[in-house]
């Protein structure tokens, strides 16, 4: 089925394009982090499911701090100049808390939840 392999990616990419947003967030919500290092902490919090280089870490953190709902501070380093840490606002914490009830919650709601797991079910037993 490569089409169906190839279907799979092309939403996968513009479904985990959408997803970057909630794992930075997330990620800024626990605590401050320096961009460079963002990349490592996204892949590892999404299970390996999100990949995303630096470059899209940085210009994600600088849209969302152009908009408010991060900001950034400089601290200095011992192994070279200063490093620009980002943290959540009031409003981005607000952002990822709606984002969470309306997208994420959603999945656990008992009908939602129930046709997932009938679509695995069935899935394992086309398998067998």
Known sequence: ?????????????????????????????????YAYKMSAAVSLASQGTLIADDNSIYRAVNRLEGIGLVVSEAETSSLGPPRKYYRLTEAGRELLRRFIE???????HPNVAERIRRIMQEGESHEQ
């Open 1 to 33: 089925m490569p089409e169906l392999d190839h279907l799979l990616e092309n939403w996968e990419s513009v479904y985990k394009k959408g997803l970057l947003t909630f794992w930075l967030l997330l990620l800024l919500d626990e605590k401050p982090h």
């Open 102 to 108: 309306r997208n994420i919650l959603i999945f656990q």
